[in-house]
């Protein structure tokens, strides 16, 4: 009988210790959250106004953002570029077989090309933006905080976001530009020439519907998504890395909650500006 209710007391305990442990996360995560919402807002609208006050009092560090820039460039183009290829010929097969079931095949270019740039372009270059190059810059600034630079910067009285901050969030928004017109162009020609080649559909078909039902409005939605995630994953991957705390394995953790965080903003933030896009510009008719 000793046994018995000494083996329920010990059930008991561990039964809450685990309810207490379930109710203070569940306590602590919204209010982490909140906070790092805040921390990323407040570090977003200082960057914007430092950008701003540094362009006009010609102190913009133009060498530091070139490099930047280049780094973003050349971490991100390869594989953006090669994940635009199948996403471009699976877009391409779907919409051409979903046509050819409606008996409109020559829509398929039309089809095809819209998703690709209005809805994969800005996305693809966004995550594969937070996935290498974001990822890369949140190491680099959280290997600065727990080696102290980034307090010794602060000691000194040199600002931190004007320093590190600012021309990475300029170089991720160029970069950003610059890959979603990679992807467009790349999607396009590789949808194209699958369902030109591949599919035996008709090329000035497939050229002619997309001229007929892309817009200028398309095109600058989705450069403006571009400028916008792009400032996204600047703003997430400095915040990440400047919070930087424990060590080594801080970095990695920091490092997993830039891929995360980012990804999970992108895909809000683009449900909303499609949402958006479609109450304010509704289209009637082709």
Known sequence: MAEEGSTSTHEQS????????????????????????????????RTVQYLMVDIATLRF?????IRQAAFMASASALPTMFVAIPIGVTLSI???LLAG?????SLAGAASGLAVIKQGAPMVAALLMASAAGSAVCADLGSRKIRDEIDALEVMGISVIRRLVVPRFAAAI?????????????????????NT??????????????ASFATVGDFVLTMIKAMVFGAIVAVVECQ???????????VANSVNATVVASILLLMVVNVA??????????????
């Open 61 to 65: 560090p133009f060498a530091e953002f």
């Open 94 to 96: 779907q919409f051409g």
């Open 197 to 210: 080649f591949v599919m035996n559909g008709t090329p000035g078909s497939f050229v002619a519907t997309f």
């Open 14 to 45: 561990a039964t809450d210790e685990i309810d207490d442990w379930a109710r203070g996360y569940v306590r602590r995560h919204p209010v982490a959250a909140l906070a790092t919402v805040g921390e990323q807002c407040k570090l977003g609208v």
């Open 240 to 250: 990440k890395g400047l919070s930087t705390s424990g060590g080594p394995a801080g």
């Open 101 to 105: 079931q409606v008996g409109a095949t």
């Open 174 to 194: 160029l970069v950003g530009l610059a890959l979603t017109g990679l992807v467009c162009f790349v999607g396009f020609l590789s949808g194209y020439l699958f």
């Open 273 to 286: 500006f499609t949402q958006l896009y479609v109450l304010l510009f509704p289209r009637t008719g082709f």
